[in-house]
Structures are given as structure tokens and as C-alpha cells.
């Protein structure tokens, strides 16, 4: 299943994207529900299928259950409460209470650069309030070294804390393409090194189009190549299989830390080809355009514009 939020005169919308076309999943459970004679059947779906994807996965199974029943409520006679994909504005398919990101995960991006692969996954932080969705403004401010990142991002479906690495796979809800922005003045040329703050800038976590649940790839880590392009110019492309910590790995590493709740996002590492180390460096500027793939995960696409416009 896509999972999506997308937007409606009346306001924010819970989806699942089907081919081409979204179904409001609320919508289409509530009229489910009042075919078979369910007393106030419009208030059960929106408590089980709100515009709020971490409430829904808190609600699992449950809400996974009725997202079922609705899909197939609307393929039986559902046109109106479908939406064409392409007429839709999407927002951020889910705003994580918590972020994490692990540095340097690909060799060719540790190679260029020009630093030791570490024995363990070397972790930092985003503020959740830099999330923005497909088509939002990446925002240029006072930083003259502002970078693009594609990632893959895992969305944790269960609550996890010193688990097994074995286990770890039945924690994670889905994926979706990242980019984690950043301000490599701060990351880089300070001292100290301030990576969590150069990459929580607003606008520095895109996030989207929509996550994926695991089921989409068979319950497995997805097999995908992530593509990353600026304007018209392809700058990244690698598959998520050379990833120096797997998935598994980098979820079990942090559960020994932290708690991780249903919802939380884990940024897991961009491959070589970002701006700070071609030669000669290639950062963003107003104007520029990002775009992120990937097989099963759809496009990413975010202007760059300069911080005060609109």
C-alpha cells in the first residue's frame, strides 16, 4: 500500500495511491462501514483512517484492516471518492515525531569524501519540523554551501527498543525518498562540526511522495536504485543493496539508544555525487530543481528558492 496525504477544499485527506488514482481511504471506509449498517459509520473512519499516518500506524492493525476495506469498497464503486493522482497537491505523507539520519553509509560517498568507513553506523538528528512534502520549497538562506542528499527513508510501524537484529525487520511500517539538506558550512567547515543543526534547517527533510509499507516489496529491504537529479543533470545513482549498514542493522543499532515509536523516520545515507565533493563543488541555488527516484517509491520533486519568497 501508498500511503499519501493529500489536500481537499475541506482540508487534509488520508490516501492510498491505486495506479493513477488516490482513494480517500476515510471516505470509502465510511461508506463500507454504512453498507452494512454500522450506526455512525462516518465517525469510525475518520478515527481509524485520519490525515495523520503516525496515528494510523499506532492504530495497527486495526487502521491497516480498514485501509483494506476501503480499497476494495472503492474498487466495487468508489469513483467519487477517488482523486486522479495527477490532480492532486500532496503534502508530506507522514510528520515523524523523531528523526534520525546515519552519515556515510556508502562507500563511494565515504571514498569521496575522503574518509574511513566507520565499524558502526554514526548517527545524527532532524528536527521534525524541517519535513516539508513533494513540490515544497527548499529554502536558500544565508548558507552559500546548501547540498542535496537522496536518500532511502524507513518509517517505523512497531514499537522497538533492544531488539534483535533478527527481529528488526517487523519493526519497520515502510519507506519513502528523502532528501536530507544541508548546510555543509555547519557540518563541515565549523568548529565544532554542527551536522544535526545544519541539516534541521526548515525546509531540510523533503519526505515523500508517499511511503510504501513493506508488504509492497514482499516484507523484504526494498532492492531499489536511487537516482537523484538537479535540474536536468543526473548527480546520484546507486542501489540501496551497497549499503555499508543494512536496514536491519541500522533500526537494531539505534533501538539500543533510543525508543523508537510507530511513525519515527530514519534517513539511512545518500551515495556518492553530492555537491560538496564534485570537482568543482556543485551546491544548490534559487532557481535549481531537485528531483529523487526510485522504483516503488515514485518522484520527489522540490524547487530551491530563495529564503523570504514565495
Known amino acids: 500500500m501508498k500511503y499519501v496525504i493529500f489536500n481537499r477544499p475541506d482540508g487534509p485527506r488520508l490516501?492510498?495511491?491505486?495506479?493513477?488514482?488516490?482513494?480517500?481511504?476515510?471516505?470509502?471506509?465510511?461508506?463500507?462501514?454504512?453498507?452494512?449498517?454500522?450506526?455512525?459509520g462516518d465517525r469510525v473512519a475518520s478515527a481509524l483512517l485520519p490525515p495523520d499516518l503516525v496515528a494510523v500506524l499506532e492504530a495497527a492493525p486495526l487502521s491497516t484492516e480498514a485501509a483494506t476495506r476501503a480499497i476494495e469498497e472503492a474498487d466495487r464503486n468508489g469513483s467519487d471518492v477517488t482523486i486522479a493522482l495527477n490532480d492532486a497537491h500532496l503534502d508530506a505523507p507522514i510528520r515523524p515525531h523523531k528523526i534520525f539520519g546515519v552519515r556515510r553509509n556508502y562507500s563511494l560517498h565515504a571514498e569521496e569524501a575522503a574518509v574511513q568507513e566507520s565499524e558502526e553506523p554514526r548517527m545524527f538528528f532532524k528536527l521534525p519540523q524541517s519535513v516539508i512534502g513533494p513540490g515544497a520549497m527548499i529554502e536558500h538562506n544565508f548558507t552559500q554551501k546548501l547540498d542535496y542528499e537522496a536518500e532511502?527513508?524507513?518509517?517505523?510501524?512497531?514499537?522497538?527498543?533492544?531488539?534483535?537484529?533478527?527481529?528488526a525487520l517487523d519493526h519497520v511500517a515502510g519507506y519513502a525518498l528523502g532528501n536530507d539538506i544541508s548546510a555543509r558550512e555547519l557540518q563541515l567547515d565549523w568548529t565544532p562540526q554542527q551536522t544535526s543543526l545544519a541539516k534541521s534547517f526548515d525546509t531540510h527533510a523533503p519526505l515523500g511522495p508517499w511511503v510504501t509499507t513493506t508488504d509492497d516489496f514482499g516484507n523484504a529491504v526494498p532492492e531499489v536504485t536511487l537516482r537523484c537529479w538537479v535540474n536536468d543533470e543526473l548527480r546520484q545513482e546507486a542501489s540501496t543493496t551497497t549499503m555499508l549498514f543494512p536496514i536491519d542493522q541500522i533500526v537494531a543499532y539505534l533501538a539500543q539508544f533510543v525508543t523508537l515509536n510507530p511513525g519515527d523516520a530514519i534517513y539511512t545515507g545518500t551515495p556518492a555525487g553530492v555537491g560538496a565533493f564534485t570537482d568543482p563543488p556543485a551546491y544548490l541555488n534559487p532557481g535549481d530543481t531537485v528531483k529523487i527516484s526510485a522504483e516503488g517509491l515514485g518522484e520527489l520533486v522540490n524547487p530551491v528558492i530563495a529564503a523570504g519568497e514565495s
Not at 490516501?15 to 455512525?40: K, M, P, Q, T, W
Not at 527513508?153 to 527481529?167: E, Q, S, Y
Open 15 to 40: 490516501g492510498a495511491v491505486i495506479g493513477n488514482r488516490i482513494v480517500d481511504l476515510a471516505a470509502a471506509y465510511a461508506r463500507h462501514l454504512e453498507g452494512r449498517g454500522v450506526f455512525a
Open 152 to 167: 532511502l527513508v524507513l518509517i517505523i510501524g512497531k514499537k522497538a527498543k533492544n531488539i534483535d537484529r533478527a527481529n
